[in-house]
């Protein structure tokens, strides 16, 4: 079955500072791996969809790095403000001998990240 | 474009009542999750329908169904609720069904079962 584990569980830093957030994923066969943010309260944001055969993905101060063979993603931010402030969430699309559901995507608890002023 | 959006945002229920959440696709999505988030965790996979069939589902019981209708929008419907229903119900909308796509969420639908 399935599993993602994201370290730390919450990380608070100053303003301006590079930090990485990290996921781990049990099952290497994996399609993609998609990183949302979560703002409390509300609904997931999309921020970067990661296929199977790329390594990395960039958009804007963010880059998500992908070494499905060790089974590890990790999100970058750059220059981190304090509007970064959010739960981050690592999630797998796994196929569907991995036990998680089939074709559902399999979550970690996340990564609640607090950027101060 | 329209994003995906839920109704209702916020409903109370008691112990054994059912409830129904809905939820329209992004504009041109044709395939619909459904996800259910508990406080402090990872979502969790429902199921999903594609083209009004429900074509995965998670390690959810039963009571837990749903529908698709032709014009892509979607309910899930809990019978017999139970406590540990209480939670935050996300509805994901996709372009196609194909394992390779990416997920757009709403703003979920927060049930709280008394």
């Known amino acids: 079955k399935q599993e993602v584990t994201q370290i730390p569980a919450a990380l608070s830093v100053p303003e301006g500072e590079n930090l990485v957030l990290n996921c781990s994923f049990t099952?290497?066969?994996?399609?993609?791996l998609q990183w949302f943010r979560q703002d409390p309260g509300k609904g997931l944001t999309s921020l970067l969809l990661?296929?199977?055969?790329?390594r990395e993905q960039t958009s804007g101060r963010l880059n998500a790095s992908l070494d499905k063979s060790s089974g590890r993603s990790t999100l970058y931010i750059a220059a981190s403000q304090p509007g970064d402030s959010a739960t981050y969430l690592c999630?797998?699309?796994?196929?569907?001998?991995?036990?998680?559901?089939?074709?559902?995507?399999?979550f970690g608890k996340g990564t609640h990240l607090i950027i101060q002023p | 474009e329209t994003g995906v959006t839920q109704s209702p945002t916020h409903l109370i229920k008691t112990r054994g009542q059912q409830v129904t959440l809905r939820c329209s696709s992004q504009?041109?999505?044709?395939?619909v999750s459904w996800y259910q988030q508990a406080l402090g965790q990872g979502p969790q996979f429902i199921f999903q329908?594609?083209?009004?069939?429900?074509?995965g589902r998670g390690n959810f019981p039963p009571r837990f169904s749903g529908l698709q209708f032709p014009n892509y929008s979607s309910e899930l419907n809990v019978n017999a609720l139970e406590l540990d229903d209480s939670a935050l119900y996300l509805c994901?909308?996709?372009?196609?069904?194909?394992?390779?796509?990416?997920?757009?969420f709403g703003e979920g639908s927060r049930l709280t079962v008394l």
């Open positions: 994901a909308s996709s372009p196609d069904g194909t394992l390779y796509r990416e997920l757009f």
């Open positions: 099952d290497s066969a994996i399609y993609n």
């Open positions: 990661i296929q199977s055969s790329q």
């Open positions: 999630a797998v699309r796994s196929g569907p001998d991995s036990g998680g559901g089939a074709d559902g995507l399999t």
């Open positions: 504009s041109g999505h044709n395939t």
């Open positions: 329908y594609y083209r009004e069939e429900e074509n």
